[in-house]
């Protein structure tokens, strides 16, 4: 693992760079950097104030830089859910990695142990999720013998119905199992609710998040009891990361989607316990057809993902309706707002940022707003597509 000079991961269009934002062509993703860097900066302090440590979630962004960015502000390090963004993020400077998932495949598990020395050569680290006796076992082998080179948490389901395991006897079976393999450490908890996140009212995610904390809580005893106290119990999402981070029981945050703030988060009510996120990710489009009803724009979902519903149009009374792969509808919310017209830039929030992202192999950067700024950087989707 080397890292690459920068000039050979500049992604194409440089020729942008330090021109205004009417020279973006469309439709294409772009990052207001001044206000993802507000919500970076929020959340750091916000960390900070409670005493606990930031992991963001990289899958979100898939940026080596925004990932070092993250790290530099004061993060610990970054998540990533599969090994190749693991790989992507390490070749790109990323020291810090924990795979928030489980990896069974013994041709991956060894990719995960190769990463784990590369790391711990440059001295930063790797950790990993287990759910499974045969998962830490797989894992033990790969690794081989030696120095403790990962750290290992084990999952616990904690509502989401996912990954994890269900019980405190089988969280103890594991990290006794993780407990005598002496190339692995035993670093506490992976706890994480997704569907919490997205619960609309305050009232329900803490109902949610209550219910999580008491699984974790009764894992965190059974483990004190087995003499294998969890070190570290690490989780929490944009939705609900000040309820972990006040529960006393958590030590690290993964939210992730906080940096770019999606139209479906836009959604929650907000929680007066969590600093407030601006929207920094938009897709620029253009009008290319008007007719009486609607107007046409040159973004679909080839531009953005829509599993959580479809983008908002920034600061317009329209509504943006599926029209296809590379057309978006455009229709106007109210009786007397008028359609766009053929040629007019809008600006849509995607729904959903993680999926949105990897369908770009660039974010363009761009300070001093939308209006009148000037692209600033290209920030390449190093892991776009990285799914193994
Ligand atoms: C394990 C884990 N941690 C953290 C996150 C971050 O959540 P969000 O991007 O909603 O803040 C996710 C997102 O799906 C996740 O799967």
Redesign the pocket.
Known sequence: LTKPPPDARAPSGSALIGQGVGAIDTPALVVDLDAMERNLARMVAFARAQGVRLRP?AK?HKSAALARLQMQAGAVGV?V?KTSEAEVLAMGGVDNIFI?NEVIAPHKLQRVAKLAAALHSRGGRLAIAVDSLAGVQSLAQAMGMGQELIDVFVELDVGHGRCGVTTPEATVALAREIARHPQLRFAGLQA?H?RA?HLRSVQERREAFALVLARVQAACAALQAAGLPAVLVT?A???TFALEAASGVYGEL?????LFMDADYARNEADPAQPSFEHALFVKTQVMSVCATHAVCDAGHKSHAIDSGLPLVLGAALEYGNGGDEHGLLRATRPDARLPALGDVLWLIPGHCDPTVNLHDVLIGVRGGLEHGVVEQLIRVDARGALT
């Open positions: 979630h979100m998540c859910q928030s994480y997704g996140q989780g999402g944009t939705g993964q939210a992730g989607s906080f």
